[in-house]
């Protein structure tokens, strides 16, 4: 048989094992993987590790809401993507972020149409439910059939945070949907009060950012909202885990055999507190919560990974344009997810190649129900990456295509890049230059 494009030799790595092989493509979907396939083209990955597009379930994009409070974030859908797809994520999921008050559809359809003719890879969305009312609550079944089945529930921050009461509420009617609850654990009240104490110290600013937001803060969040779920008997995972007592809370959670699932972003990963310490305009970019934290804590955190404990890695990308004199807190990280948890952890030899996969690629698509992504197998969407294991980059806001002037992890330079894109089948980026059509990526509707 002969395929229309066949990518030939390269290390065929998957969240099972590594072996040399060819993948043949027909259209869109992969159609074999196999040894001395041809086809009309034929793309030589000798050298090369070809694994699955990765998967980021936590982007923020194009969106002027969020928070109300804070400048909007910096990348477009079309900027953002395109960073992505450099990146070698062929799908990100980002969020619909209904007010107060406003029907859950009614924002729904508005964030579609901000992403839809813009985005240059696929896209699925969240819905961030802040609205107390149980009427908003009695619309998440709706917001279901339109392909989006997790919902995003806060403990922090003022306009987004809600009660307990109405966590499990709607923990309770993403249950009945069959959907994900996610949820943003800190208890915000005792991180304002640390903070409120520490301002009249004249404690102020990005250093004393961990101080006010403890571990203890968090693992406490972490406990509560595993044990709301149980109760609502609601699958649940928790972003942005920090902490080894967060992880902790997961790791006893999944030996009860209850549905939890635990998320690390790449900047948890890899960077810590000192970056906070200097005060300047970066540093402010990087404030984000929950914080950035110690060295100790960032290897509990490389551990529960290592262990399974955590099941996957996303970039939080929510880089914003800057206010005078100062950058509002975002890391800008869509572009460099794979590349750093290859260096600093498969490199570190702290996890394999196998896992390295799961975490960025297969296991998000089976967290987030994308039942097409996420692998290498006859039949799944012809996502595909080639990444050159022996690439350096030194990462900044020249070698870096989000639109952002400044670089989260400017001096940190990476051993390991992408060098190709493939999205459903046809090359978006080819080594190293783009070549995919802007507004090519579709939504993905998701389910469970």
Not at 26 to 48: F, P, T
Not at 67 to 79: G, K, L, M, W
Not at 292 to 310: F, N, P, Y
Not at 334 to 341: D, G, S
Request: proline share 6%; aromatic share 6%.
């Amino acid at each position: 048989m002969s395929y229309d494009l066949v990518v030939k030799g390269g290390l065929v790595v998957t969240a099972e094992g590594a072996s040399v092989a060819d993948v043949g493509i027909v259209g869109e979907r992969i159609a074999a993987v196999g040894v001395d396939l041809s086809g009309a083209r034929e793309l030589d990955a000798r050298g090369l590790y070809v694994i699955p597009g990765a998967i980021d379930g936590h982007v923020h994009l194009n969106d002027p809401t969020f928070p109300p409070y804070a400048p909007p974030t910096a990348d477009s859908f079309a900027t953002g993507t395109r960073a992505a797809a450099f990146g070698g994520v062929t799908t990100v999921i980002d969020f619909a972020q209904p007010a107060v008050g406003q029907p859950l559809l009614e924002e729904l359809d508005r964030r579609r149409s901000d992403a839809d003719g813009e985005v240059v890879i696929d896209y699925g969305l969240h819905l961030n439910l802040r609205d107390p009312d149980p009427a908003r609550a009695a619309e998440i079944r709706a917001v279901f059939e339109r392909g989006v089945p997790s919902f995003k529930l806060y403990m922090a921050y003022e306009g987004y945070r809600m009660p307990d009461a109405a966590i499990f509420r709607a923990m309770f009617e993403i249950a009945g949907a069959n959907g994900l609850a996610v949820l943003h654990a800190e208890n915000d009240n005792v991180i304002e009060e640390l903070r409120r104490r520490l301002a009249a110290e004249g404690k102020t600013g990005p250093q004393w950012l961990a101080a006010s937001s403890p571990p203890e803060a968090e693992a406490e969040a972490v406990h509560r909202a595993i044990v709301l779920a149980q109760l609502a008997e609601a699958r649940l995972l928790v972003f942005h885990l920090s902490c080894g007592a967060s992880a902790r809370e997961i790791e006893l959670a999944k030996e009860r055999g209850q549905a939890v699932a635990g998320e690390v972003t790449s900047h948890g990963l890899t960077l810590e507190r000192s970056a906070l310490l200097s005060g300047d305009m970066r540093a402010q970019s990087l404030a984000v919560r929950p914080p950035i934290r110690a060295a100790d804590e960032r290897d509990e955190l490389w551990k529960a990974l290592a262990r399974g404990t955590i099941d996957i890695v996303s970039s939080d990308h929510c880089p914003r344009v800057p206010r005078e004199n100062s950058h509002p807190a975002g890391i800008s990280g869509i572009e460099v997810r794979l590349a750093l948890v290859h260096t600093f952890g498969v490199e570190a030899e702290l996890i394999d190649l196998p896992r390295w996969v799961e975490v960025c690629c297969t296991r998000p698509a089976e967290v987030f129900g994308l039942d097409r992504k996420g692998r290498l197998q006859p039949g799944g969407d012809a996502d595909i990456v080639l990444f050159d294991p022996a690439k350096e980059v030194a990462l900044s806001a020249e070698t870096l295509h989000s639109a952002i002037t400044f670089a989260s992890y400017e001096g940190v330079t990476v051993r390991g890049f992408p060098v190709t894109t493939i999205s459903r089948g046809e090359m978006i980026v080819e080594d190293g230059v783009f070549v995919g059509a802007s507004g090519r990526g579709r939504f993905v509707e998701r389910g469970y």
